[in-house]
C-alpha cells in the first residue's frame, strides 16, 4: 500500500503539490495499530501517510470490515461499481489518505471539517480518473507476485442497524481478539458503532467499536 501510494498517486502529483507547498516530500509507513491516517508537518514540508496493520487486517474480513468509512464509501459513492472486497477496500484506502493530503494542499482541510464536499470532489476524482482502479490493479500484481492472496470476492455485509437492535445502552460487552481483547460497558449507541466505558483493568479508557466486533459477556 505505501509503495502503490507512493508510485501510482504521489508520482503523477509531486510537482503539482510543490507549486503550492514548495519542498513538500510524501513519507508512507507502516503503523502497528489500526489507526490509519494523514498528517502534515509544515515545518519540515513532510506528508506522513500511516496505514495500520490491523486495519489491513480488518479488511480481510466480511465480519471486521462493516465498521470502517471506507466500506461504507464504497457502498454509498458506488466506488469499484459499489463492490466491496478486500483488494477493493485496500486501494480505496489508499486513495482516501491520498484525498486527505490533496485536501490538505488546497486548503480545504479545517478543524471539525475534515470529510467535507471538497474531500469528497477529490476523492470521486482519484476514482473517475483511474487512479483508484490502478492502485488496485499495483496492489494485485505486488500481492501474486509476493505469494500473498488478496481477495477480490464480493463480501456479504450484514445490515448493521438490524446487528444494533442487539445491544442496550447498560449492556457489558467484549471486543476486539486474543491479546487485543477488551470489555466495558455501552454508553452510547451510534449509527454503526457503539461508544464503550472500558471496564475493569480497561476503566477510564473509551473506545467506539463497530457492532461486528463486539459480543455480549
Same mark, same amino acid.
Given at each position: ?7 501510482? *498517486?504521489?508520482?503523477?502529483?509531486? @510537482? ?16 502497528? /495499530? ?10 519540515? =514540508?513532510? =506528508? *506522513? ?28 459513492? %458506488?466506488?469499484?461499481? /459499489? ?7 485496500? #486501494? ?7 484525498? =486527505? ?5 488546497? %486548503?480545504?482541510?479545517?478543524? /471539525? ?30 500481492? #501474486?507476485?509476493? %505469494? ?5 470476492? !464480493? ?6 442497524? @438490524?446487528?444494533?437492535? #442487539? ?9 476486539? &481478539?486474543?491479546?487485543?481483547? &477488551? ?15 472500558? !471496564?475493569?483493568?480497561?476503566? %477510564? ?10 459480543? =455480549?459477556?
Amino acid at each position: 500500500m505505501c509503495n502503490a501510494t507512493e508510485a501510482i *498517486l504521489w508520482g503523477p502529483a509531486r @510537482e503539482w503539490v510543490r507549486q503550492r507547498s514548495a519542498r513538500s516530500e510524501l513519507k508512507c509507513r507502516i503503523g502497528s /495499530g489500526q489507526a490509519t491516517y494523514h498528517r502534515f508537518d509544515p515545518n519540515t =514540508h513532510q =506528508h *506522513l501517510i500511516t496505514f495500520g496493520q490491523r486495519m489491513v487486517e480488518a479488511k480481510f474480513s466480511a465480519q471486521s470490515s462493516q465498521g470502517w468509512l471506507s466500506t461504507r464509501e464504497i457502498q454509498h459513492k %458506488g466506488y469499484f461499481d /459499489g463492490d466491496v472486497s478486500t483488494a477493493n477496500l485496500l #486501494a480505496h484506502t489508499c486513495c482516501h489518505e491520498f484525498a =486527505h493530503l490533496l485536501q490538505s494542499i488546497s %486548503g480545504q482541510r479545517r478543524y /471539525g471539517s475534515v470529510h467535507n464536499a471538497a474531500f469528497y470532489t477529490i476523492l470521486d476524482e482519484l476514482h473517475e480518473s483511474g487512479g483508484a482502479a490502478a492502485v488496485r490493479y499495483f496492489l494485485m500484481e505486488r500481492s #501474486a507476485r509476493s %505469494g500473498i492472496e488478496l481477495p477480490q470476492a !464480493t463480501m456479504n455485509l450484514n445490515d448493521v442497524s @438490524e446487528q444494533l437492535q #442487539a445491544f442496550s445502552v447498560g449492556d457489558a460487552v467484549r471486543f476486539g &481478539r486474543d491479546r487485543h481483547q &477488551r470489555e466495558g460497558e455501552i454508553v452510547r449507541i451510534n449509527r454503526r458503532t457503539c461508544t464503550v466505558q472500558g !471496564t475493569g483493568r480497561w476503566r %477510564g479508557a473509551r473506545y467506539r467499536v463497530p457492532v461486528s466486533l463486539m459480543s =455480549h459477556r
